[in-house]
């Protein structure tokens, strides 16, 4: 999703209120009818001395002219804006919302380039519309609007650049398996063992399904009634990077990498470990707002390519992602 570059004519007001450019006013199909039903019954009246027909057919025309008119100063003073989250996940849809006012009493038939959605409205109005967005950052996108007068004898247009700053960060799925040292132990086996061994734990909790028996708190769960197990204090393994390798990456291939990303520096960060991510030649602790700047890696929505700087050399453990790694259709 390539968002266009904002148009130099575009007035944008402090309510957010965006003034739309106008575009041609033309008869639509019935005004034409009029016309031509005005031109035939003119000819008609003047041979046959009937002033009456004749007063009738300017008339007709009469009111193609005044719609065009109407419609046309109308296009001149369209306003638009849209209301849209500043942060999303790329590919979990949103809704955005889309406002045209235009001062005309016929209807307005509404586009948004950024949704790909439409609505209709009398008078101008608002219309919802899903909006799934691709990672990186988003400035908005082109609003048209098509306006016609009440008695639909002449159409209009006006469309302008709104502008709606998006940004989309990397979802985070789950891994399917934990980064960690090999000699770490599973963390019921790391439960039980600390449970024999007497330390104390970080915590009380309500038992769940899987807890070792040994864990379990018999005078804690006397006192309320139901089982309450002890909350082993979790041992850090070593620090872990996560790093996205360099080079010049097409555009969906970085965003499968950036999720892969993702979830592995989550995963880590479950399992207790020190986490850091490595990307563009920048190093830093896993967080929200890595996501951010992992949005922001060209290519995205709004960036052409660009080489990556390859990661630093680290002398602990790092997980490399590599276009390889997230192949169309690889996990």
Known sequence: MTAPSPAPSATVAEDGWTRLRARRTVPTRRGLLHLLLAGVLYGAGANAGAGWVVVLAAGLAGAVLAG?????????????RRE????????????????????????????DALSGGSGAAAAG???????????????GAEIRAELTDRLGLARSGAAGFVRSPLLAVPPVPAATTAPRPASAQPAEQAATV????GVEFAGLRAYAPGD????????????????????????AGPALR????????????????????????????RAGRPVEVAADGLVLPWSDAVRRDLALLPPHASA??????????????????????????GT
């Open 68 to 80: 065009w008119v109407t419609t046309h100063r109308a296009a001149r003073r369209v306003e638009a």
């Open 84 to 111: 849209v989250p500043q942060l999303g996940v790329a590919g979990v849809a949103l809704e955005l919302t889309v406002e045209v006012r235009a001062p005309v009493g016929g209807h307005v038939v509404v586009s």
């Open 125 to 139: 109005g608002r219309f919802r519309a899903p909006l799934r967005p691709s990672r990186g950052a988003l400035e």
């Open 194 to 197: 600390r449970a024999r061994s």
């Open 212 to 235: 070792p028996a040994r864990s379990v708190q018999w005078r804690a769960s006397a006192r309320h009634g139901r089982l309450i197990v002890g909350e082993p204090q979790r041992q």
């Open 242 to 269: 996560v790093a996205l390798a360099g080079g010049t990456w097409e555009r969906g291939s970085l965003d499968r990498a950036a999720e892969r990303v993702c979830a592995l520096a989550a995963a880590a960060e």
């Open 304 to 329: 052409p390519p660009r080489p990556l700087a390859p990661p630093p050399p680290a002398a602990l453990e790092t997980w490399t992602i590599s276009a390889a790694d997230v192949v169309e259709g």
